[in-house]
């Protein structure tokens, strides 16, 4: 056997050619020896010794996930259908078991393998949006929010596709439904529960897509100004993001989403009487979110208010207990509050969770330096 150079593949692969005395049919599949077959050689294995058709099959499985386009790709499928022929089913459940278990990168290499496998089949991409978005969630709770952005692009993209896909997959649309209102872009949200409920047939999610649909009061202009405020506030420019969330809210009464912006602004800008009068607002009209009950903690922690400031964290801390902003921010208070000890122990929470976390590093280095 000759070994070819690898590409650039993630993992350990080498590329062999079969001899002309080894090739033979597998089922109804025919080996091409003219065809160079990849092998997953393992962490620090660097020979073939040990060749079995489980490398091979790892190794096409690995090239199919980074290089889905390749000129063999169709050769390689076939390959592994006739080796394999129930794999498809085996590794969608061991990648869904890898994402419940927290295990997100295995998890991403299986359903990225399975969409090269079967590019025709939409069930893969759709875990890869699932796990796109589960990613960006943890990263906004570390407070990483460019790269929380950069994963939900790749979550959109993968929506992108999948809407497209002929024939339409009912699912795609009811899962970018909620993706879209996580990101509260309510009138896409409310265009893709319209077409789930046009064309999907799970009675609980048609009763769950028509009950959003009936809450979903943003709609046409006004849909758009509370977008571009939004924006404005993100990029930066919250005068202007305050601005239009107002002008939302007179034309939006009653709606409490408005109100956080403006809250979110005016937090920003160091204004916290401001901030806490949109957030107080904002949960008059129903509003029990984790991100607002953050920011206005932050604002009434600024302002010395630190018993209700402590009572909003650990409100929010109830509704999502591993919230590493949260925690965080319940070190900071138990710091301001003299609780040291307290402060430690939440900084340290923070750490187990998330190593790299430098605010919790520098307040704890602080903490047992003093």
Known sequence: MNTDESPRLPGNIAFIRIPESMARPIGSFTVDPSIPIPVELGQG?????????EMIVAGMLRLLAYDPGNAAGDYYRAFVAAVKPGIFAELSEAGILKARNGDLDVAEEIFRALAGLSPEAPEPILNL????????????????????DAMRSKAFDA????????????????????????NREYGQAARLFESYAAIGDD??????????????????????????AYDFIRMGKE??????AMEFNRSNDGVWNGWFLVGWGHRRLGRYE?????????LELGADEVDLLNELAICEMELGMLPESRGR??????????????????????????????????????????????????????????
């Open 129 to 148: 949006a699932i796990l796109y978005e589960d990613k960006a969630d943890a990263l906004d709770r570390s407070g990483k929010e460019e790269l929380a």
């Open 313 to 370: 964290l650990e409100r929010a801390l109830r509704k999502e207990p591993e919230n590493i902003k949260i925690i965080s921010n319940l070190g900071v208070l138990a710091r301001r509050q003299g609780r040291d000890d307290e402060a430690a122990g939440f900084f340290r929470i923070v750490l187990e969770m998330e190593p790299g976390d430098k605010l919790a590093r520098a307040q704890l280095d602080e903490l047992t330096s003093a």
């Open 45 to 53: 294995a660097s020979d073939l010794s040990d060749l079995s058709w």
């Open 274 to 282: 401001e901030g806490r009068a949109a957030f107080l607002r904002a």
């Open 239 to 244: 005068e202007e993001g305050i601005e239009r």
């Open 203 to 228: 009675e609980a999610k048609l009763a769950k897509a028509r009950d959003v649909l009936s809450k979903l009061r943003v709609r046409g202009d006004a849909d758009a100004k509370f977008k571009e």
């Open 159 to 182: 929506y992108k596709r999948l809407l497209a896909m002929e024939p339409a997959y009912p699912d795609a649309f009811f899962n970018a439904g909620f993706f879209y209102l996580k």
